[in-house]
Nanobody
């Protein structure tokens, strides 16, 4: 089993930056992919970015030039650096891990507003 604990999130102005952190515990060496998803109230959860244990990354098109995902496989951590934030980035962000099933963090609120 894998447990995910997130930190970060908050209120920022448009154009600002924020960094989200996630730490995994349990069967860390079983995790194939780690990443971040986001979900607004009433909407489905959508992929933001993922990283495998070889360093291959995948980004949703709207964040590819603004967000950076980084993963430390040994420590079992994953970070999401978010730059040039826009109001449409406002969502609850969830840490994600996969190995023969999905594992989720508790979610952290990101609000981009003037």
């Amino acid at each position: 089993q894998v447990q995910l604990v997130e930190s970060g999130g908050g209120l920022v102005q448009p154009g600002g930056s924020l960094r989200l952190s996630c730490a995994a515990s349990g069967s860390i060496d079983s995790i194939v992919v780690m990443g971040w998803y986001r979900q607004a109230p009433g909407n489905q959860r959508k992929l933001v970015a993922t990283a495998d244990h070889y360093g291959t990354t995948n980004y949703e098109d709207s964040v590819k030039d603004r967000f950076t995902i980084s993963r430390d496989v040994v420590k079992g951590t994953v970070l999401l650096q978010m730059n040039n934030l826009k109001p449409e980035d406002t969502d609850v962000y969830y840490c994600y891990a996969w190995y023969r099933g999905d594992f989720w963090g508790q979610g952290t609120q990101v609000t981009v507003s003037s």
